[in-house]
């Protein structure tokens, strides 16, 4: 009976935390992407899907459940059930190694992380991985210590799911890989690659399709420094997008000290356990880093940490818990009000938002006529305007990559928006010069700071060649994620803007 009333009030509290203003925020880039890819009639889906970055089961469930139904709230349930199933399968397996208070206060602890809930309330596959690679990684450890062919069947099972919905999870297994092998348990090591591969065989030639055509386009690299503060940035992620280095560094430091210190006290004490969630935390961690730092891929992605940070929420939990004296309740219950209080600023403010594309899909309808054009300079802006628009604008790219599959016919429920490629700033100079009604035109500008063209030579030329009209700056909570709204006609302004790229 108290086994059951703890997973009741951990999931309860998992859930109220999650559903709270579902709705609310804006659906951001990704989300207008994952929506769109779901959209399309099945064989167009998975002729996407092969073109993408991901696997197939979030696209493919998503497909499914968009059938009844397209609200923002509705489309981001699934991974808040996940989200609460994932505190669920914390709480087991902190109960499995490290005991029963542990595995609540870990629970509790990723029930209120910033990071966990931001994934957990998102149309996207994180919430989905990690989900899976949790229950993978507890039915590994059960089938561990017990064997069984139910405790195999259920990994192996988790475990293909979390393949199936994220790649990066192929890193969790590799960790679980590596502890098979560093406690000679050779027959497993054997088998569990060997198996995994066959059941993921048949996805393999479409997985070194997206791989080798994958595109790292405006993703920064990979730095020393960077690595070093994320550490610190899993405790309170998005946070800390709002403090300045000095709290993220000293952040940085206290969790790889507490990190360090409760590692090496539960070594002592469980020494296989300790290995364990070592191996969870630094594969997943170190082999993607240095893959993305000394290659040209880039695959350690900052939002890709959700899927391993649970396991460096348990040696975290377990080495505040260590602490001599009354200490460790202080900390803990100052980190869990910090986290909880940026969750519900940010759910509350009305400056907070991911990206704010809803307004912005308002503004537009607000200030633009039909005749007129919309231009992005981030193509994963078309997306989100997509699903918010109510009536047809055109929107062109101005990137330099075709995007022939824009053309594909639009469902019936969304306005059909499209996107051409106008070859960056020479294409844009001849549309306009070329367009007879160019000088009765009125042209906006979407920009964001994290643009493909980071010296924003194409707003500048805009701004330099044609009047600002209206301008309106959409807030964030990341600098990443401000949106600039520029309603332009064919004058030439005196001078530029002082508002630009503030």
């Not at 309330?121 to 991985?129: C, D, P």
Request: proline share 4%.
């Amino acid at each position: 009976m108290k086994r059951f009333r703890n997973y009741f009030w951990i999931g309860l509290s998992a859930f109220l935390l999650r559903i709270l203003f579902l709705g609310k925020q804006s659906l951001w880039m990704d989300e207008g992407f994952s929506v769109w890819m779901a959209s399309h009639k099945l064989p167009v889906l998975m002729k996407l899907i092969s073109q993408d970055a991901h696997p197939f089961i979030f696209y493919l469930f998503l497909h499914y459940w968009m059938k009844w139904g397209r609200g923002t709230a509705y489309l981001r349930f699934p991974s808040v059930i996940c989200g609460v199933i994932s505190c669920l399968a914390i709480y087991a397996l902190g109960k499995e190694l490290l005991g029963e208070k542990q595995g609540v206060l870990t629970a509790v602890f990723w029930a209120c992380a910033m990071e966990s809930l931001y994934a957990d309330t998102e149309i996207r596959m994180y919430a989905y991985a990690t989900c899976f690679a949790l229950l993978s990684t507890f039915w590994f450890w059960k089938a561990y210590k017990q064997g069984g062919k139910k405790n195999w069947f259920l990994y192996y099972l988790f475990a293909s799911l979390s393949l199936y919905t994220h790649y990066y999870t192929g890193f969790i297994i590799m960790a679980q890989w590596v502890f098979l092998l560093a406690r000679k348990r050779w027959r497993e090591a054997v088998w569990v690659p060997l198996i995994l591969t066959l059941i993921f065989s048949p996805w393999t030639p479409v997985f070194f399709l997206q791989f080798f055509h994958a595109i790292d386009e405006g993703m920064p690299r990979i730095t020393w420094y960077a690595s070093f503060a994320f550490l610190g940035m899993f405790l309170n992620a998005r946070g800390y997008f709002m403090s300045g280095h000095l709290f993220v560094d000293a952040s940085s430091i206290f969790s790889i000290l507490v990190l360090i210190f409760g590692s090496v006290i539960l070594f002592k004490k469980k020494r296989e356990e300790a290995i364990f969630l070592m191996l969870l935390f630094w594969v997943p961690f170190v082999v993607p880093f240095c893959i993305s730092h000394f290659t040209p891929r880039h695959i350690f992605i900052f939002r890709y940490v959700v899927l391993f940070a649970p396991y460096f929420f348990l040696l975290f939990v377990y080495g505040v818990f260590s602490f001599p004296g009354m200490t460790a309740y202080p900390i803990y219950g100052a980190l869990l009000f910090m986290n909880l209080s940026i969750w519900i600023l940010f759910l509350t403010g009305p400056a907070f938002q991911r990206q704010n594309w809803r307004e912005a899909a308002h503004i537009i309808e607000k200030n633009m006529k039909k005749v007129n054009v919309v231009f992005v300079e981030q193509n994963m802006s078309i997306y989100p305007l997509w699903y918010y628009l109510s009536q047809y604008f055109p929107v062109r790219w101005i990137g330099e990559q075709q995007l022939s599959y824009f053309i594909e016919k639009r469902s019936k429920r969304f306005v059909p928006v499209y996107a051409v490629s106008a070859a960056s700033l020479p294409g844009v100079k001849n549309y306009i010069r070329l367009g007879k009604k160019a000088g009765k035109r009125e042209w906006l500008v979407l920009c964001e700071p994290y643009l493909v063209d980071h010296r924003l030579e194409v707003p500048k030329w805009f701004l330099s060649h044609q009047k600002v009209l209206h301008f309106y700056k959409l807030r964030s909570i990341t600098k990443i994620g401000i949106i600039y709204l520029y309603l332009m006609s064919s004058k030439k302004p005196e001078q530029m803007p002082r508002d630009f790229g503030k």
